[in-house]
């Protein structure tokens, strides 16, 4: 999709045509880069929050909104009205302070990881080295926020649910991490475009699918999302970690959770489904539409996962995390380094 | 050394998962439950005491709102107990018998459809919900049929049944039936066949049959600890001794043992239902009974099977047109006093569990 591209050198030229220096012009294409982020967030957040009563209602052989507009695409609309419109309950006794700033700075974190995310050939906001060791790093940062959330609600539901993701996301971080080792092992570099040009033959889910196995684990985990959902059991919680937040600051809850779960399937496309790589050589539609395609198919699978498996218990969680997962994510480290060694020596 | 506490949670009466009106102080250690005290009492209607102000015929829809899930198996406990102290049992004409038989094998397909989906609820597996309810409504829209009301049909009478039910009734109900069973597999393969269902239910709150036989349980979740014990078989009321079925009965007790009661239970309903429409006659409805019931003095106490375990009626007559004193058996308000020693120890998840798979409805808990 050269249009992005072009109208990035455009827009570089012109503020070097205005006078300013180089670094100047980087700076403020990085900051129209980052509004186009959130834009791209906040676009996905709302069709995401309307895809996914749509979705689990034909799971469910229901209907889900149809009366506002067609294909109940008004709901959107009502939805974020009546959210703005409600009224900003601060319980009383709780820590004001860190209650205020809990839902801001996970919807933050969730913000930062889109900056190495590589949309399309050339875009992607900074093409760090370190790209995905930095995404990495920043996903360890959402637990903060939700401890903040659980514990400045003075509500022992909330506490509970804080706790408990506190304990299920700093688990499942290491099988993440160990899953996304052998993809950095084959690329032999931490930069996303790397990683992404690597997979311009085979895409990597081939050799690495036991990694992509456990990443998509590893990742519903981290994300809170069914069936790891019990730092927010509805349940037995009642909405755990956010029960006591109301309108716009549930609205950022919400908004985080959707915009980690976009992340983290982009993560996957770029890591293991070939990132803006045409399948089967159909060029002809831009990288940038292949990217989204492949998006909306790993959302999809969230949502068929969340609609059909019941919850698991938090110490099953964890035995799974601890005693399955990481042994079989450093398994297939081994395997791949040993495949790699191996494939070395036939090559020469 | 850290300090710890015991936390006080209160699964308080507005809970998504408590099925109704119901409160319960968890004391926690961590999320472990030490202890759990019930409390009961927020739906409590005074029942009984109204009962001593109404005829007993005027009582009839008060007992449909007991167990709201299977109203007419409600009735049906309640009328059985006055015709016997009428002493009119056996004048029933027999398509009255064959078509109460129907009812009440129809609400028991309705009452486990609800605890089978209100376990998937709960266990946030909320397809299953859907699914379970899909055929609920179906049983439902028949029993709209029969008495006008999904919930509260209000069909039974003294005597017999209130009317006679036309042939597309019948029509539906075979068709119903030939298809339900399609459906169980379904349960089957979505609910009972999940690994994480699996592992979250069995093993957990295992009552023994000395437990279970020491707090007074009955029907399906005396059943799932193996004491075999049905009255549909063991002591039949009205023309149950006609047909044929099986009781099934369950090993452990646990969590996971309740749950699969359920579902095999609606199979076995099912085959009843189909001998019934095989065999039902044609004929009156209704016995000759007088107009006001004046039972003579005397006292009677008469059980069904229902679906969630003996229901039973001990009517105190003193020979006027209305009842000295009307005491409701509920087989969950029994069984609820069972809950604080079956969740000590548990997880607290596994608690919300433990309480759908009594299936307690709290209707018939507080009268």
């Not at chain 1, 997962?325 to 081994?334: D, G, H, R, T, Y």
Request: proline share 4%.
């Amino acid at each position: 999709m050269q249009i992005l591209i072009n109208l990035a050198d455009g827009i570089r030229g012109w503020i070097i045509g205005m006078g300013l220096s180089d670094t100047s012009a980087e700076m403020i294409l990085t900051a129209i880069g980052a509004l186009g982020a959130v834009i791209f967030i906040l676009l996905h957040v709302i069709i995401l929050l309307l895809a996914e009563r749509r979705v689990s209602a034909a799971f469910q052989l229901r209907r889900g909104p149809n009366r506002l507009g067609p294909l109940g695409i008004g709901q959107v609309f009502a939805d974020v009205v009546k959210t703005l419109a409600k009224e900003d309950i601060i319980p009383a006794g709780a820590d004001k302070f860190v209650f205020k700033i809990a839902s801001t700075t996970l919807f933050a974190t969730a913000l930062l990881a889109y900056a190495v995310i590589p949309f399309g050939d050339g875009m992607i906001i900074q093409n760090l080295n370190i790209g995905i060791f930095y995404f990495i790093a920043i996903g360890s940062t959402a637990t903060l926020s939700i401890l903040m959330g659980g514990f400045a609600s003075n509500n022992k539901y909330a506490l509970i649910g804080g706790m408990r993701a506190v304990a299920q996301m700093i688990s499942y971080e290491v099988p993440m991490v160990f899953s996304l080792l052998g993809v950095v092992m084959l690329t032999g570099s931490l930069k996303m475009s790397d990683i992404v040009m690597a997979q311009k033959d085979m895409w990597f889910i081939v050799p690495q699918f036991i990694a992509f196995f456990v990443y998509y684990i590893a990742a519903t985990a981290e994300i809170n999302r069914a069936p790891f959902d019990l730092a927010e059991g509805e349940q037995e919680l009642i909405a755990g970690y956010f029960i006591e937040y109301s309108g716009i600051r549930w609205a950022l809850f919400m908004m985080a959770e959707y915009a980690n779960m976009v992340a983290v399937s982009a993560i996957a496309v770029t890591l293991f489904l070939g990132g803006w790589n045409a399948p089967f050589g159909l060029t002809f539609i831009p990288g940038f539409v292949w990217f989204l395609i492949k998006i909306y198919l790993m959302l999809f699978t969230f949502l068929w996962v969340r609609w059909t498996f019941p919850r698991l218990r938090i110490d099953h969680l964890m035995h799974f995390g601890w005693k399955f997962l990481i042994p079989v994510s450093l398994a297939n480290i081994v395997v791949t380094g040993i495949g790699i060694y191996v494939y070395r020596m036939i090559t020469g | 050394m850290l300090k710890t506490q015991e936390l006080a949670l209160n699964m308080g009466p507005v809970h998504p998962s408590t099925h109704g009106v119901y409160r319960c102080v968890l004391t926690l250690d961590g999320e472990y439950i030490q202890k759990a005290v019930n409390h009961i009492g927020y739906l409590h209607r005074g029942l009984e005491k109204l009962a001593e102000s109404r005829t007993y015929n005027q009582f009839i829809p008060y007992t449909d709102r007991l167990d709201y899930c299977s109203g007419l198996a409600n009735e049906l406990a309640y009328v059985m107990a006055v015709e016997k102290l009428l002493g009119i049992e056996e004048e029933i004409p027999e398509r009255a018998q064959y078509l109460r038989v129907i009812c009440a094998e129809l609400q028991r397909l309705a009452s486990h459809g609800i605890c089978v989906g209100s376990f998937a609820l709960d266990i946030a597996g909320s397809t299953g919900f859907f699914y379970s309810f899909r055929e609920r409504d179906r049983v439902l829209e028949l029993i709209t049929r029969i008495g006008g009301n999904r919930l509260t049909p209000n069909y039974m009478r003294m005597g017999g049944v209130a009317w006679d039910l036309d042939e597309d009734f019948f029509k539906e109900l075979k068709q119903l039936m030939d298809e339900f069973p399609a459906y169980l597999d379904e349960y089957d393969g979505l609910l009972t066949g999940n690994e994480i269902l699996q592992t979250r239910s069995i093993g957990v709150a295992p009552v023994s049959k000395e437990m279970a036989l020491s707090y007074g349980f009955t029907g399906p979740n005396l059943r799932a600890c193996g004491v075999d014990s049905d009255l549909r078989r063991d002591e039949p009321y009205g023309i149950y001794d006609r047909f044929k079925f099986d009781v099934p009965v369950c090993k452990n007790g646990d969590t996971f043992d309740r749950f699969c009661m359920r579902i095999r239970e609606m199979r076995e309903s099912v085959k009843i239902i189909q001998q019934a429409l095989k065999d039902i006659p044609e004929g009156p409805v209704m016995a000759k009974v007088p107009k006001v019931i004046k039972p003579p003095v005397g006292e009677v106490f008469h059980r069904i099977e229902n679906a969630k375990g003996h229901l039973g009626f001990h009517l105190v007559s003193d020979g006027s047109t209305k009842p000295y004193r009307t005491r409701i058996y509920s087989p969950t308000f029994v069984m609820l006093g069972a809950f604080p020693e079956m969740a000590k120890g548990t997880h607290i998840m596994d608690a919300v569990l433990i309480l759908a798979s009594i299936d307690i409805v709290l209707g018939e808990v507080d009268r």
